[in-house]
């Protein structure tokens, strides 16, 4: 686990990190967008997973499969069946 407030992450870890799984969800607001990572879309889904201050969006979950940046509660509920 990374404290964001402590630790940076920037576009290059940040793509290190979003490159490493087959599956990304990026959610903000209610839009979820759904991504594979690969040279092709790299900008784009660093667009929409970098926040204003250059810091890759909290919360960021890791999980065995994909890697979800933002928060959604659907998306989460869906994720985390309870």
Do not use: H
């Not at 660093?46 to 890791?62: D, F, H, V, Y």
């Amino acid at each position: 686990m990374t404290d964001a407030r402590k630790e940076r992450i920037d576009t290059d870890a940040a793509w290190e990190i979003l490159s490493s799984r087959s599956r990304i969800l990026t959610a903000r607001g209610k839009k979820v967008t759904e991504w594979s990572p690969s040279k092709e879309n790299k900008e784009a889904l660093l667009k929409a997973a970098i926040g204003p201050s250059g810091n890759l969006r909290a919360p960021t979950l890791k999980l065995k499969e994909c890697i979800i940046v933002g928060f959604n509660e659907a998306c989460y509920t869906d994720t985390f069946p309870t």
